[in-house]
T-cell receptor
């Protein structure tokens, strides 16, 4: 079974609007962390935001926020006020304490911001 | 410290040749990870080190692949007898045990391997 599922292969958003990128996960571990990374065409993986399984509040980092719904096992990324530079591939990833702290990634969503 | 450095950035090799990639992590980071990413997919875990000890290897890491981190600093990933299916981006990441859990892992820019 897939550990991380990103169901949107591609998304378009108008500049200055908000966009939600979906992520669902599967784990039996009680202690885990969820990450979002951005990968521009240049290839580097840029850390955006982190949510711990025990965190009661949704994580926020500037224009990024994570909509964490633990019972539904979803961790959607919300980008507010989209900018042209947000066009990139976005990956959701999970780290499970039980499995050595390595990250497991989803297949990614490519986001295109239109002017 | 300029982050995680990977060399070379690009490598083209003929099938059957051996290749070696190098990763220099952030100096104080004690954990180092190798991932492989094929076109249009997310990175797949290959192996990781804590200091010089290799703690886990994925089943993706066939016997043609070997990784080392001899002094707990830089790491090398060697692929012997390369095959066309080895063509991918090889990413290295590092973290400091105790902080990686909260602040993510720092990735290098990757080595893109093309086997012809």
């Amino acid at each position: 079974a897939q550990k991380i599922t990103q169901t949107q292969p591609g998304m378009f958003v108008q500049e200055k609007e908000a966009v939600t990128l979906d992520c669902t996960y599967d784990t039996s571990d009680q202690s885990y962390g969820l990450f979002w990374y951005k990968q521009p065409s240049s290839g580097e993986m840029i850390f955006l935001i982190y949510q711990g399984s025990y965190d009661e509040q949704n994580a926020t980092e500037g224009r990024y926020s994570l909509n964490f719904q633990k019972a539904r096992k979803s961790a959607n990324l919300v980008i507010s006020a989209s900018q042209l530079g947000d066009s990139a591939m976005y990956f959701c990833a999970m780290r499970e304490m039980e499995y050595g702290n390595k990250l497991v990634f989803g297949a990614g969503t490519i986001l295109r911001v239109k002017s | 410290d300029t982050g995680v450095s990977q060399n070379p950035r690009h490598k083209i090799t003929k099938r059957g040749q051996n290749v070696t990639f190098r990763c220099d992590p952030i100096s104080e980071h004690n954990r180092l990870y190798w991932y492989r990413q094929t076109l249009g997919q997310g990175p797949e875990f290959l192996t990781y080190f804590q200091n010089e000890a290799q703690l886990e290897k994925s089943r993706l890491l066939s016997d043609r692949f070997s990784a080392e981190r001899p002094k707990g600093s830089f790491s090398t990933l060697e692929i012997q007898r390369t095959e066309q299916g080895d063509s991918a981006m090889y990413l290295c990441a590092s973290s400091l045990l105790g902080t990686g859990e909260n602040y993510g892992y720092t990735f290098g820019s990757g080595t893109r391997l093309t086997v012809v």
